[in-house]
């Protein structure tokens, strides 16, 4: 039963939350204007740039818990229709860790209307490098009996990939796609060092697809941003989407905001709790609060897990820092955060 009850758990908390740890996880940073994080076609969306740092940690009291750290930059080259960006991340959990770089180059479209109008499509591609490893050092098995399945040592890979993206801005309204980890890759991390690595199977499908749309109703001091976010994994079908709502408020210094989202598999894991079965699906809820202060930016969200079968109490904590530059004017007559 313990046994069962582990390998439940590690469905809920890292299959889910992590989606085959290839890349960046996709968790909520997006909705504190790093929708570049996950969309290559954001890079250098506006006329200036932006510079977005992030800290992620879930469950302080567990050792080894999971944690992410981002840093990223992007910008538009000059008066052109060019945008670049550069994403650095390292993303750590328990035994495997994961460290790379993501350079991006994105052609924004502009399309009929007035200059003052922001009517674009935008096409964004990002050519990733990820190295991967794995410490099996600490692995012991029982009797001092040889693993076939465990090197005993600690394993790093380099791979490849590319993410492609394509984003349309209408005023106030805006769409995203993206499809992620496009290359096929053996994995190889999880087959050298293996006494008989042929009988460790082979997945190389660690494409993820996502699609996002929003709008921001109101133009006066207060403005209210409904959206939805949409994940599959194609390998497992596995399927979420967020629910989101956030709330601006313009002041003196600048502008802060609040907000909610609300996430939900469509796939559930059975479990056994004495003499009865039950199912279990993963839900978030993760409230989100920020501000602009000139040209700074600060959040803070929270997530927490709801469901009867934990892994603890405790919740997943994020902060993300931000700078903007060069647009010292609002360039559009819309009210459009991402595009400003």
């Not at 992620?56 to 000059?78: C, I, K, M, S, Y």
């Not at 394509?166 to 999880?190: D, I, V």
């Amino acid at each position: 039963m313990k046994l069962r009850l582990l390998v439940l758990l590690s469905v809920f908390t890292f299959g889910y939350q992590s989606f085959a740890q290839e890349g960046i996880p996709v968790y909520f940073d997006y909705l504190a204007d790093n929708y570049y994080l996950v969309y290559p076609s954001m890079a250098g969306i506006g006329q200036g740039g932006k510079i977005r740092a992030t800290v992620r940690q879930q469950w302080f009291d567990v050792q080894d818990a999971p944690n992410l750290q981002t840093l990223n930059a992007h910008f538009r080259l000059g008066e052109s229709n060019s945008g670049i960006g550069a994403i650095i991340f390292n993303d750590a959990n328990g035994y495997h860790a994961q460290t790379g770089v993501k350079l991006t180059y994105a052609y924004h479209l502009k399309l009929a209307g007035d200059v003052r109008a922001l009517n674009q499509l935008s096409f964004g591609l990002s050519p990733t490098y990820l190295q991967s490893s794995l410490d099996e050092s600490e692995f012991l098995s029982p009797g001092g009996v040889v693993d076939p399945a465990i090197s005993g040592s600690k394993l790093s890979e380099a791979y490849y990939n590319v993410d492609i993206g394509m984003s349309y801005n209408l005023m106030e309204f805006y769409a995203h796609f993206a499809a992620l980890n496009l290359l096929s890759t053996e994995r190889s991390l999880y087959r050298v060092g293996r006494l008989d690595p042929n009988n460790v199977p082979v997945i190389d499908n660690l494409r993820r697809y996502l699609f996002s749309v929003g709008y921001v109703f109101g133009r006066n001091a207060v403005q209210l941003e409904p959206s939805v976010l949409f994940q599959l994994t194609d390998f497992t079908e596995e399927k979420t989407i967020d629910i989101n709502a956030k709330v601006y408020k313009d002041v003196d210094f600048g502008r802060i905001w609040g907000g909610l989202s609300y996430r939900r598999s469509f796939d559930g894991a059975q479990f056994v709790d004495g003499d009865n079965f039950g199912e279990q699906r993963l839900q978030l809820f993760t409230p989100i609060i920020g501000a602009n202060i000139k040209n700074f930016m600060v959040s803070y969200n929270y997530s927490y897990q709801s469901g009867t079968i934990r892994l603890d109490n405790g919740g997943f904590h994020q902060i993300t820092l931000g700078y903007d530059f060069g647009q010292p004017e609002r360039k559009y007559d819309c009210y459009c955060p991402a595009a400003q």
